[in-house]
């Protein structure tokens, strides 16, 4: 995963604390594992050959479940919850992944964590490209996403939002300080301004401009993640 994927394909990878729960794979039931993701879009013998790369890896995979899949069961790649689950989340960008990154990674999602989830997701490609019509999505210049899931609740480990503040805070030395929308967290401060850093300024303000016309009531905003309130509507 170094940014440089071949065109229709991406991937990600992210380190799993399973809990022992009936829901969860038997093999990999209350197992900390690393999860390697992959996506292509186009011919099969393509993505064999990129494939046949991760497949001769040194580590032998616990489970190997990649396959053709219609569109319609996309959300099988990542093989998330179909129930819903008490977290808390928080994401970031990084603007490169080096040696030094991955060891900050792996040191700060130990199995002794109540991270469940942490993922580093590949961009760039068609992401890091202009749209031909002009478009609001924010972060195109990161090379990298990262997302962070903590459990909470009663019968949870306790600690979940501070360990996934200390995940996002050791990658801190490579993070370009802003996050994919959907990956900023709960509309708070922290997401407001990660999400103003991944615009950038002219854009940030031109949307801004464009909900005091057509949301004054600020109606939209508990899905903006951020607060049109604090400018003075």
């Known amino acids: 995963m170094d940014g440089h994927a071949a065109r229709g394909a991406s991937t990600s990878v992210a380190r799993l604390n399973l809990p022992p729960a009936p829901s969860v794979p038997e093999p990999l039931r209350g197992r900390a594992v690393l999860a390697v993701r992959f996506a292509h879009a186009g011919d099969p013998a393509e993505a ?48 490169e992944l080096t ?3 991955i060891d900050a990674f792996c040191g700060a999602v130990s199995p002794q964590t109540p991270v469940v989830t942490a993922e580093i997701r590949l961009l ?59 990956f900023a967290g709960p509309r708070d401060e922290t997401s407001a301004s990660l999400v103003r850093t991944a615009h950038g300024e002219p854009q940030y303000q031109r949307l801004v401009a464009l909900r005091r016309a057509n949301d004054p009531q600020g109606v939209l905003s508990a899905s903006a993640r951020w607060e049109v309130a604090a400018d003075a509507v």
Do not use: C
Request: no cysteine.
């Open 99 to 101: 040696d030094e990154t």
């Open 48 to 95: 064999d050959v990129l494939l046949a790369a991760l497949r001769a890896a040194p580590a032998r995979p616990i489970v190997d479940t990649v396959a053709d899949l219609p569109y319609a069961r996309l959300g099988a790649i990542h093989s998330d919850p179909q129930d819903p689950l008490p977290t808390v989340e928080r994401g970031g960008a990084l603007d």
């Open 124 to 182: 760039g490609g068609a992401v890091a490209r202009p749209a031909a019509v002009p478009s609001a999505v924010a972060g195109r210049a990161a090379e990298f996403s990262v997302l962070v899931v903590g459990l909470v609740g009663p019968g949870m480990p306790p600690g979940g939002p501070l360990a996934v503040r200390s995940v996002l805070g050791a990658l801190a030395p490579w993070s370009s300080g802003g996050a994919m929308l959907n």
